[in-house]
């Protein structure tokens, strides 16, 4: 399984941006997408997700409210929307495949994640 994330940028508070991560190769129709962020001198951190089934989705309190995780399931590919967008948001915004998820739920772990696309840099200026 491949991913690839797009859509970083330069944006200013307060502003939305879109990122998008295209899933390809062979996958089971039960999976999840993770959208991890590393900002400089930060760990990794979960941010939102979604199973590939159900839709169902999960975020971090710190994005919840602001930040929408969708999938088209025609195109292979799962969105987040970044809405209200903060200088604390700047980040190397990553999507990572998850080919067994629990039950129920997604793993905010990132170690679950088997597959990952290569990072796209949003930066939010105040």
């Known amino acids: 399984v491949q991913l690839q994330a797009s859509g970083g940028g330069l944006v200013q508070a307060g502003d939305s941006l879109s990122l998008s991560c295209a899933v390809s190769?062979?996958?089971?129709?039960?999976?999840?997408i993770g959208w991890f962020r590393r900002a400089p001198g930060k760990e990794r951190e979960f941010v939102a997700g979604?199973?590939?089934?159900?839709?169902?989705?999960h975020y971090a309190d710190s994005v919840k409210g602001r930040f929408k995780v969708s999938r088209d399931g025609a195109k292979n590919t799962v969105y987040l929307q970044m809405n209200s967008l903060k200088p604390e948001d700047t980040a190397a915004y990553y999507c990572?495949?998850?080919?067994?998820?629990?039950?129920?739920?997604?793993?905010?772990?990132?170690?679950?994640?088997?597959?990952w696309g290569q990072g796209t840099l949003v930066t939010v200026s105040s």
């Open positions: 990572a495949f998850d080919r067994a998820p629990p039950a129920g739920t997604l793993s905010t772990i990132s170690f679950r994640y088997s597959n």
């Open positions: 190769g062979r996958t089971s129709s039960r999976y999840a």
């Open positions: 979604i199973v590939s089934s159900s839709a169902s989705t």
